[in-house]
């Protein structure tokens, strides 16, 4: 920009002729500027599916869908479709404002009916959303869920083309956040009835509403774009005209591609990190993603079953596990031990500021302790009538450094717990998902990623019967304290907080789930690409504001 100045201020001692000749070329140059902006990243897998209300994240498609607001930098709501949002006095009635400049990808305007659509449509059982969970709180929506109420009893209505209504059971301390989730995005109720059963199975069979919309995809395909939104309501802020994504299913590929110029960005194995960490190009990007062992306390197998639903046992195959080792020796890539189920970095206690994590921790629980283990091992066994067990460990075979994990946990437990025999299943990421959602499964290596900032990301997942908690732990005590922090505590921050508290440290003093380590990522990345947002909780990535210098 500083060189087109001067060449203005210079226009004024040359001729006409030569300021129209710099004219063209400064056209020229921005032209080739906006040619040059195209972003080509990588993804582990294919799309299973672009429904917001199907999906089971929204990492990559929160570029392409948008709701009331988005995730800013530090995964603070930035602005949205909506052009503001009031909350009543007593926390229960939310009003959304949406912008007259709000348009689909189409160019038609997006409504306040078409948030209202979208809600119902997600929330309807019939539709088997996986996440029809965090609608929680908001009126009749688990009346809903449980099918003693009809979708359109959900507290939530259209006021005229541009105001939303939403009508809470009480007040939702993580509400305005958690409204930046593409998850209650709007859909075009008449495009969804004009698709019928097409809507959502390929790109074209869709409207968009974020920064970006997409092309290419087909619904199998290994290669997909976003592409300009140009009816995005903030379209200039938007730089990037395109991203290119294409499957990479090993960090070596990855690796090539990157050096090859192929990709901007490629996530690194443990192996390429040890190598590649003095590179210029290394970067980290932390998450609330914590990775944890899930026991099926409903195994198939009644021996399996048997020892799964011991405490002994499951505190025995977490105290075996070092994993300081694993995180900064087999992996490298600044991934973290945790101190419970919870991540940390993403809540705060509200009087003393101590993170949640550290609140939450129970001593010998997830500690390496050998002496410890071996001694909880054998009361397990004993209580089995056994000196031996055989069990199978599930696990996906796409994430960056799976296979160092599942061999690492094979090797530790056949090394600390005497009699135990463990298989690996390491399968691609949807069959294994499919398979712990059966209940098809012994030990399932899973893990959580936060959706917004508030400990309930996490706390949701364990309560009974719900969809993600697949080993089908129940705790009358746990649901209790969940229900008083959402209820009867949700107007008083401290209190809400101790409830929470309490309920991590039976899950963690019970291992109910065994958390392995918090992610960290480590990538290369072309210094060219500045501008990227990267969240530890929610929709993940965020190009809107990305560009190449």
């Not at 003095?278 to 198939?300: C, E, H, I």
Request: hydrophobic share 35%.
């Amino acid at each position: 920009m500083s060189k087109f100045k001067k060449l203005a201020a210079a226009g004024l001692s040359v001729s006409a002729a030569l300021l129209l000749a710099a004219c063209g070329t400064n056209g020229a140059a921005q032209k080739a500027s906006r040619d040059k902006q195209v972003l080509n990243l990588s993804a582990a897998a294919p799309l299973d599916t672009i429904d917001i209300s199907k999906a089971t994240g929204y990492g990559q498609t929160g570029n392409v869908f948008e709701s009331f607001y988005r995730l800013g930098k530090k995964g603070t709501p930035a602005p949205g479709l909506a052009k503001e949002g009031q909350v009543s006095k007593n926390g229960k009635t939310w009003a959304f404002k949406i912008r007259p400049n709000a348009k689909w990808s189409n160019g038609e305007k997006i409504t306040a009916q078409d948030f209202v659509y979208s809600w119902r449509r997600t929330i309807n059982p019939k539709t088997a959303s996986p996440y029809s969970y965090l609608f929680s709180g908001i009126k009749n929506a688990d009346a809903i869920t449980a099918g003693k109420k009809r979708p359109s009893s959900l507290g939530i209505s259209a006021k005229g083309q541009d105001t939303v209504i939403v009508k809470l059971d009480k007040p939702i301390a993580y509400f305005k956040v958690l409204m930046a989730y593409p998850l209650f995005g709007p859909q075009n109720e008449a495009f969804i009835k004009k698709t019928g059963k097409k809507y959502a199975t390929s790109s074209k069979y869709m409207l968009y509403s974020g920064p970006f919309k997409m092309t290419g995809w087909k619904g199998t395909n290994d290669s997909w774009s976003f592409v300009k939104n140009g009816q995005y309501w903030d379209k200039q802020a938007v730089k990037l005209q395109k991203i290119n994504y294409q499957v990479v299913k090993t960090t070596n590929t990855g690796y090539q591609l990157y050096q090859q110029g192929k990709l901007d960005l490629t996530p690194l194995s443990s192996e390429q990190v040890k190598q590649l960490k003095t590179s210029k190009d290394y970067r980290t990007y932390g998450y609330s993603y914590v990775a944890f062992l899930a026991y099926n306390f409903k195994a198939k197998d009644p021996v399996v079953k048997k020892a799964l639903n011991n405490k002994d046992i499951r505190l025995a195959m977490s105290l075996a596990l070092d994993r300081k080792t694993l995180t900064t020796k087999v992996f490298g890539d600044g991934s973290t031990v945790p101190k419970g189920f919870v991540s940390s970095g993403l809540a705060y206690d509200p009087a003393s500021k101590r993170d949640f994590a550290d609140e939450q921790e129970v001593a010998n629980t997830v500690d390496y302790d050998e002496k410890l283990a071996e001694k909880h091992w054998r009361a397990g066994l004993k209580a089995l009538g056994s000196k031996k067990l055989t069990i199978t460990l599930l696990a996906s075979n796409e994430s960056t450094n799976a296979d160092a994990l599942t061999q690492y946990i094979q090797s530790q437990w056949t090394k600390v717990l005497e009699g135990i025999s463990v298989k690996v299943s390491s399968i691609p990421g949807k069959n294994a998902y499919a398979k712990a959602s059966d209940g098809d499964f012994d030990v399932y290596v899973s893990g959580w990623g936060g959706d917004f900032n508030d400990p309930m990301t996490f706390m949701q997942i364990m309560e009974s019967g719900t969809s993600y908690n697949y080993g089908k732990w129940t705790s009358a005590k746990y649901d209790a304290l969940i229900k008083r922090a959402l209820n009867q505590d949700a107007n008083d921050p401290q209190k809400r907080w101790d409830d929470l508290v309490a309920a991590a440290r039976l899950v963690n003093s019970e291992q109910a789930i065994t958390p392995i380590y918090q992610q960290t990522t480590a990538y290369l990345q072309k210094s060219k690409v500045k501008g990227v947002i990267h969240n530890n909780a929610g929709t993940q990535w965020s190009y809107k504001y990305a560009y190449i210098q």
